[in-house]
């Protein structure tokens, strides 16, 4: 049975100096750059919908992934 992938999440990955990149990361690619991260050394690179992104794992402070979809307008709820 093929397995369904996940859809991309989107992720806020910030930097020392103030600096924020937002994106779109698949489950693995955010297991990946957390791992990176947490090395704190080194070049990670990111494949993404708008092109190839280098981070350097040293600079990153934090990534926020968000919480789930965001919706306009009325709910189906009563």
Same mark, same amino acid.
């Given at each position: 049975?093929?397995?369904?992938?996940?859809?991309?999440?989107? *992720? &806020?990955? +910030?930097? !020392?100096?103030?600096?924020?990149?937002?994106?779109?990361? @698949?489950?693995?690619?955010? =297991?990946?750059?957390?791992?990176? *991260? &947490?090395? +704190?050394? !080194?070049?990670?690179?990111?494949?993404?919908?708008?092109? @190839?992104?280098?981070?350097? =794992?040293?600079?990153?402070?934090?990534?926020?992934?968000?919480? !789930?979809?965001?919706?306009?307008?009325?709910?189906?709820?009563?």
């Amino acid at each position: 049975m093929a397995e369904k992938q996940a859809k991309p999440e989107r *992720v &806020e990955i +910030g930097f !020392g100096g103030g600096q924020v990149i937002a994106t779109r990361l @698949d489950a693995k690619q955010l =297991a990946d750059l957390r791992k990176a *991260v &947490e090395k +704190g050394q !080194g070049w990670h690179d990111l494949k993404t919908d708008d092109g @190839d992104v280098a981070v350097d =794992a040293a600079q990153v402070v934090f990534m926020r992934v968000a919480g !789930g979809e965001h919706r306009i307008g009325f709910s189906q709820d009563g």
